[in-house]
């Protein structure tokens, strides 16, 4: 079965950093994506992990630990336009070739004043 | 520049009465699938296509339907649609790869459907 989980919501000050956790448990496994959605808009990529460790883009940054069934997305110097629904979705290459994606619910991230 | 696009954004219809979302594609992308977004249930499959006439089935199939006859078309079709098909739809495509290296899924704009 197919198991992802992050927080529902958050809230951080603009300016401040933000760390966005996702865990899984999947029965196939070939990258972690993560995406930003807007209200009533379609999801934007922000990241895709392959491999374990950081990888940094801007001011945001993901880590993935494969072993751990764990991935964060890092917002640095937050911006009230990062106020917008996060989520985090497992590929996996299914025999015969199909993609499959995973989503979590998402993470409703608030950046105030 | 590189989209996707839907059609129609907005559809207000009454039980049973069939309709079609187009979705189309100027990538040149092999993989292309629809999704469904619900509150609290976030985005589900429910069908993809790997290449021309090459479909399969996601994790939310019932009472849909897809066509794959040219490369950039990927069209959803509701035979016979209920009010539980109420939902925000979105198409998506990936470039295919034979290797790990996918840097981006396209979504589409959305189509926002109300089933009466």
């Known amino acids: 079965g197919q198991n992802i989980d992050q927080p529902t919501e958050m809230t951080a000050t603009e300016g401040a950093i933000v760390q966005i956790n996702c865990t899984y448990q999947t029965s196939g496994f070939n990258g972690l994506f993560w995406y930003q959605q807007h209200a009533g808009e379609a999801p934007t990529f922000l990241s895709y992990?392959?491999?374990?460790g950081l990888e940094e883009k801007g001011r945001f940054s993901s880590f993935l630990s494969r072993s751990k069934g764990y991935s964060y997305l890092l917002l640095k110097e937050l911006q009230m336009k990062d106020s917008a629904s996060y989520l985090c979705a497992v590929h996996n290459i299914l025999t015969g070739g199909g993609n499959k994606l995973t989503f979590g619910t998402g993470t409703q991230l608030k950046v105030e004043l | 520049e590189a989209q996707v696009t839907q059609n129609p954004r907005y559809l207000i219809t009454v039980t049973g009465k069939k309709l079609t979302v187009t979705c189309s594609q100027n990538m040149n992308h092999e993989y292309m699938s629809w999704y469904r977004q619900d509150p609290g249930l976030g985005l589900r499959q429910i069908y993809y296509s790997m290449n021309v006439e090459v479909t399969d089935k996601g994790d939310v199939p019932e009472g849909y339907k897809v066509s794959r006859k040219e490369k950039r078309n990927f069209p959803l079709i509701l035979e016979s649609p209920s009010p539980n098909q109420t939902s925000l739809y979105f198409c998506a495509t990936l470039p295919y790869s034979e290797d790990s290296s996918y840097n981006e899924q396209f979504f589409g704009p959305g189509t926002r459907l109300t089933v009466l």
């Open positions: 992990n392959v491999l374990d």
